[in-house]
Structures are given as C-alpha cells and as structure tokens.
C-alpha cells in the first residue's frame, strides 16, 4: 500500500468547538499516526500520516470538521512517509 504524510493548517473558526479531539478520534477511527496543535493565530496545526487514501478521506473530513467548526482554508502539503510516530496526540501549548 501506498504511504504518505500531509501537513494541514485549518483556519477559521476552529478553536474552542473540540476539533482537536474531534480530529484525535477521526484520526484514530481510520487508523492514522501523528498530531494535532492549536496555534496562537487561532489556527489548528495537524500531521497525518498513514495510507494515502486514509489520508485525502483525514482531509475531507478536515475542510468540514466537527460540528461548531466553521472551516474557512485548509493549506495542504504532502511529504513522504516517515514512520515516525506511534499513535496520534493532541499536543499542547500553542506556538
């Protein structure tokens, strides 16, 4: 199967409606390793990684989000797999 990695900034209004747990649980429905972080412009920051059509439905799933959300741009860059993670957390702090 194919792998890959994709990097997401979901803009909009996206703190404050669970979309962090949201994105967790979705994340880990479909079987998909990485991160998810609020950022201090009010952005959410999140790497997926995992088979690549899991990936592009993490995405779609993303430019709606979790009830609450209002998702006004996703900026998406895909890079190669890497492995590197065990599970998918939720980071804290903002950057």
Not at 30 to 38: A, D, I, M, S, Y
Not at 40 to 51: A, L, M, N, P, T
Not at 67 to 88: D, I, Q
Request: one cysteine or more; glycine letters at 14%; charged letters at 30%.
């Amino acid at each position: 199967m194919d792998k890959g990695r994709v990097h997401l900034i979901i803009k909009g209004w996206v703190q404050g409606v669970f979309f962090r747990a949201s994105i967790r649980d979705m994340a880990q429905g479909l079987g998909l390793t990485g991160w998810v972080r609020n950022l201090s412009d009010g952005s959410v920051d999140v790497v997926f990684e995992g088979q690549r059509d899991l990936l592009r439905e993490a995405v779609r799933w993303c430019h709606k989000g979790p009830s609450g959300a209002m998702v006004k741009e996703v900026e998406e860059n895909w890079l190669e797999y890497t492995g590197e993670f065990e599970g998918f957390e939720i980071r804290y702090g903002r950057i």
